[in-house]
């Protein structure tokens, strides 16, 4: 009998449980020491109803006396079972489980006689039970798609956010399910799960489909979650719809790679340029020499013919790498889409209807006037080879925001006012493999001899140098669809005075050319010392200083390469003009870079002459810029306003 009172006292002991006997007719509490020292009493102390219940928290105070008079009613089984607050003597809250149970006198005479009981601290139950509804708030309350496995992978707990995610009615439809039925892993579920359990955190990105048949990139991030001897209890995994993000990359390394061929594209024209200078000048000169009967006249005819094309091939690819010089104006797209028709009616099959839509009230532009109608006609062309069968052309303008949430997904999109310029045709659409590739130089998909494929280059480069953008939308069969978001103009800008041409003649100038290709070198000092000036040609920006202090007379003008290897053309000019203030300086370039433009907008003060050049237009440029008296037009003037 003793050894069964001593495990029950250590039951008692171990449960944190106190005991009490309240004897109704002496109004004596016993309270077992464990009871005494959760509410912080001395061994000794007496024990009154009074007491106990101002250790009730005040909250619970009204509950706990209505359940102890429900205990107490005649009436009643006399059973008190509640969990309540207390306050012990420290000041300390704890949450019991006070249990007991009332007993009666004879049934004539039905007043409560003895209440016995136990009072059990739950404090650290309750608190895990806070604790995991907060978790649960949180969890369920959480933006981010969460889901709870336990060992074998079955779902135990689902938020709303997974539920929305994947598109299913209701949480609960969730629950019981296999984690693996959302994630489509290639492993056996025990595999994949033991993999998680031993690489602590697991990350993986897949495409998903939702119930209802959406596609979408799914980005999934699970950790196991084992108890102190290592063994997995619960898998703890997030789901993300990260479609957006991937976009995002799509669309970056994309724009990497346009920027690289772009670099590449520029480099190349940078080098024809000087060829087909040469080539050119020299025709031009052959041509001039030749009596207008000569029999190789006409094959030399021919050749330049084919140097002026190789000219327009450069210039577009200096437009796809955004290197081109433009002189942007402010324009309204609807004149300029007026003027254009007239074009494409003369290119495109009588089979084909042309469809022109002008908004009302198009915003007007800032935009190059020979890109714009190069974008427009270029695409109205690629439009036609994909309608050998006839169709419909469409070109619309109209007004747009882009708004943070449109640019938020396109990193190459800044929110404003645009004017939204539509090409769509009904031809045969193309595969996203193309779509991948449309505007890289060189890439078509027609046959040898129908295109250079530069002409939608051409357009990604106008509409990226300009501050714009491009969506295309196309599908094999179903037509294709251009959407060209052109900047709206923020004012209306100052047209530059139109500057009447001059003619080349005989006139006596002393000038300085500094051009590191020898053959260019050549043809240029050639062609200027014919026209009565005297040349002083330099192969670098190096020789030329050297030179420059035992040249006389003075010379009254520089004209320098821009891309030189060892001091570029803008660092020659400026230290030129320390030495020479009143010389006027001309650049010459194949290919332009920031120290003489603004996003291929040539600074304020700049006198430019873009290769690949004619003997008549180099005489042109230069006897303009000796006739320009203007102060501005000083060396200094300019590269300071520049």
């Not at 604790?131 to 798609?145: E, I, N």
């Not at 330049?304 to 433009?326: N, P, V």
């Not at 203030?581 to 650049?587: A, C, D, E, N, S």
């Amino acid at each position: 009998m003793a050894d069964d009172d001593e495990r029950l006292r250590q039951a008692i002991r171990v449960g944190n449980i106190g005991i009490f006997d309240h004897d109704h007719a002496t109004n004596v509490i016993f309270w077992s020491l464990e009871l005494r020292q959760m509410y912080g009493w001395d061994p000794d102390e007496p024990a009154t109803l009074a007491k106990i219940v101002s250790h009730v928290h005040p909250d619970d105070v009204v509950r706990v006396v209505a359940a102890a008079q429900r205990a107490h009613d005649p009436d009643g089984d006399g059973a008190f079972d509640i969990e309540h607050r207390i306050t012990d003597r420290l000041g300390r809250l704890r949450w019991v489980l006070t249990r007991s149970r009332t007993h009666f006198g004879s049934v004539s005479a039905r007043r409560p006689t003895r209440t016995i009981g136990a009072v059990q601290d739950v404090t650290d139950r309750r608190t895990a039970e806070e604790r995991s509804r907060v978790l649960d708030t949180v969890l369920s309350s959480s933006t981010q798609a969460i889901a709870i496995a336990d060992p074998q992978g079955t779902l135990t707990f689902a938020n709303t956010a997974l539920q929305r995610l994947w598109g299913y009615s209701d949480r609960e439809s969730l629950l019981g399910r296999s984690l693996f039925e959302l994630w489509k892993t290639a492993d056996e579920p025990a595999a994949a799960l033991a993999q998680i359990r031993s690489g602590g955190i697991h990350q993986v990105e897949m495409p998903a489909t939702r119930v209802d048949g959406v596609h979408f990139d799914l980005g999934i991030t699970a950790e196991a979650v084992c108890d102190v001897s290592g063994a997995l209890m619960q898998v703890l995994v997030t789901f993300s719809d990260i479609s957006n993000r991937k976009q995002l990359e799509g669309q970056l390394i994309q724009a990497q790679k346009m920027e690289s061929v772009g670099r590449l594209a520029g480099g190349i024209a940078h080098d024809f340029n000087n060829l087909l200078t040469v080539i050119s000048g020299g025709l031009e000169i052959s041509l001039a020499a030749l009596p207008p009967d000569h029999s190789s006249r006409g094959h030399l005819v021919e050749v330049a013919d084919a140097a002026q094309s190789a000219a327009g091939l450069t210039r577009h690819l200096l437009a796809f790498s955004r290197k081109e010089i433009i002189a942007p104006r402010v324009l309204d797209l609807n004149e300029v889409l007026r003027r254009a028709e007239r074009m494409i009616l003369r290119l495109i099959e009588e089979h084909i209807e042309l469809e022109t839509i002008c908004g009302k009230e198009v915003t007007p532009i800032c935009f190059d006037p020979g890109q714009v109608e190069q974008i427009i006609v270029n695409l109205a062309v690629n439009a036609r080879d994909a309608m050998p069968n006839g169709g419909r052309l469409t070109i619309e303008t109209s007004n747009v925001w882009i708004d943070d949430e449109y640019a938020a997904r396109h990193f190459d999109a800044r929110p404003g006012a645009y004017v939204l310029l539509t090409v769509s045709d009904t031809g045969s659409g193309m595969s996203e493999d193309v779509r991948a590739h449309l505007f890289e130089p060189f890439f078509t998909t027609k046959g040898p001899g129908k295109g250079t494929g530069l002409g939608l280059a051409m357009v990604y480069g106008a509409v990226q140098q300009n501050g714009g953008r491009i969506d295309v939308c196309s599908e094999l069969n179903q037509g294709t669809t251009f959407k060209i978001y052109l900047p709206a103009a923020k004012g209306v800008a100052e047209q530059p005075p139109a500057r009447p041409a001059a003619t080349p003649e005989m006139r006596s100038a002393t000038i300085v050319l500094v051009e590191d290709d020898a053959r260019v070198r050549k043809l240029a000092s050639h062609a200027l010392t014919r026209l009565g000036y005297q040349v002083h040609p330099f192969a670098s920006g190096a020789d030329a200083l050297l030179g420059l202090a035992a040249l006389s007379p003075s010379p009254e003008l520089l004209i320098t390469d821009v891309i030189m290897p060892g001091m570029n053309g803008r660092v020659l000019a400026e230290r030129v003009a320390t030495l020479l203030p009143t010389i006027r300086v001309l650049f010459v370039s194949g290919y332009t870079e920031d120290f003489i433009v603004d996003r291929g907008v040539l600074r304020s003060g700049i006198e430019f002459l873009a290769k690949p050049y004619s003997i008549e237009q180099l005489a042109r440029r230069v006897r303009e810029v000796l006739d320009d008296g203007f102060e501005r037009s000083k060396p200094g003037g300019r590269l300071a306003e520049g």
